[in-house]
C-alpha cells in the first residue's frame, strides 16, 4: 500500500482564512492583534522562520513588530526591549527567535517573556501549566501535529504512541498532548536501546530528533500514522542541498497509513499555530477589556 499523504499546506491555509475573520472580528472591537519578533544574529534560517512569521501575520489581518540585533549585541539591550514590549498593551505576543549567540543565556530571554504573552509557549508557567493539562498556549509544533491529526480523525484513545527525541520544544510537550488523549507514550532518545522496536509498536510514530531519514520503512507499524518534525538539509549524495526528514519518505510511505512530508508537512503548521496562540491572546485581553 501507499500512505496517503498529511498535507500541511492545505490545514494550514484552511486554519489560516479562520483565523483571518478572527482577526477582522477583533479589529472591529477596537483590537488589532499584534506579534512581536525579536531576532538576534545573523543565521539565515532564523531569518527566514522570522521572515515568514511576519508575512504570516501580515496575510491573516494581524499587526508585527520586529527588532532585528547585531549577533554581539548586549544582552541587556535584549532584556530591556523585552521589558517594553512586556508593558505595551498593544502587543499580545513576543517570541524571541532561537538559537541565540553563545553569550546570551536562553532560559534567562524565555523567562522575561511576560507569560500571558508568550506565544511560543516556552515559559516555565506556560509549560507548568501544560504539564497540568490546563495550558494557556500549546508549543507550536506539537500543537501543530495535535490539529494534523485531528483533522484526519486519527484515533487516539488507547493508541500507542512513540515519539523519537526529547526536546523542550516537541518531544516533552508533544508526550504531555498525547497523554491527555489517552495514548500510551513511550520517548525514545539517543540513549534508548533497540530503536525500532519501540517503533514498530507505534500506532502514531513522532520523528522529531534532527537526524535525515533515520526512520526507515522497516522500522515502522504497517498502517501507523507517521508525522515527521524534522527538517535537514543534505550535505553529500545526488541529493545534496535538499531538504529532508527525519524519516525516508520514499520507504516509509510504502508502509505508512498517513504520513506528513517534509517540506509541507509539520512546517507549515508550526507558523500557524504561533499566530493562533496570538489571536488567543488578543481574544482573552478583549475579554478582559469587556
Do not use: W
Request: charged share 20%; aromatic share 4%.
Amino acid at each position: 500500500m501507499t500512505a496517503r499523504i498529511l498535507d500541511g499546506n492545505a490545514l494550514s491555509a484552511q486554519l489560516r482564512g479562520q483565523l483571518a475573520e478572527r482577526a477582522a472580528a477583533l479589529a472591529a472591537r477596537g483590537v488589532q492583534p499584534c506579534l512581536a519578533v525579536i531576532l538576534v544574529g545573523e543565521d539565515p534560517a532564523s531569518a527566514v522562520y522570522v521572515r515568514n512569521k511576519v508575512a504570516g501575520c501580515e496575510k491573516a489581518g494581524m499587526r508585527s513588530i520586529k527588532d532585528v540585533y547585531a549577533p554581539d549585541v548586549d544582552p541587556a539591550v535584549v532584556f530591556a526591549r523585552i521589558a517594553e514590549l512586556n508593558a505595551d498593551p498593544a502587543v499580545h505576543g513576543i517570541l524571541v527567535q532561537l538559537p541565540l549567540p553563545k553569550h546570551f543565556d536562553p532560559e534567562a530571554v524565555l523567562e522575561a517573556i511576560a507569560p500571558e504573552k508568550d506565544v511560543d509557549g516556552f515559559h516555565a508557567e506556560n509549560v507548568g501549566a501544560l504539564m497540568q493539562g490546563n495550558p494557556r498556549f500549546i508549543p507550536c509544533t506539537p500543537y501543530g501535529v495535535m490539529q494534523m491529526l485531528k483533522s484526519k480523525n486519527v484515533p487516539l484513545k488507547g493508541a500507542e504512541a512513540v515519539i523519537v527525541g526529547r526536546s523542550n520544544i516537541v518531544g516533552k510537550p508533544m508526550a504531555m498532548l498525547l497523554l491527555a488523549q489517552s495514548c500510551t507514550v513511550t520517548v525514545c532518545h539517543s540513549q534508548s536501546k533497540d530503536l525500532a522496536f519501540h517503533t514498530k509498536r507505534a500506532d502514531i510514530l513522532v520523528a522529531a530528533v534532527g537526524r535525515a531519514r533515520m526512520i526507515t520503512g522497516d522500522m515502522i507499524k504497517p498502517g501507523a500514522t507517521v508525522i515527521d518534525v524534522g527538517i535537514n538539509r543534505l550535505q553529500s549524495g545526488p541529493d545534496a542541498g535538499k531538504l529532508c526528514g527525519d524519516v525516508d519518505f520514499e520507504s516509509a510511505k510504502e508502509v505508512a497509513g498517513l504520513i506528513t512530508p517534509v517540506p509541507g508537512g509539520v512546517g507549515p503548521m508550526t507558523i500557524t499555530m504561533l499566530l493562533t496562540n496570538t489571536i488567543e491572546a488578543a481574544e482573552r485581553v478583549a475579554g478582559a477589556a469587556k
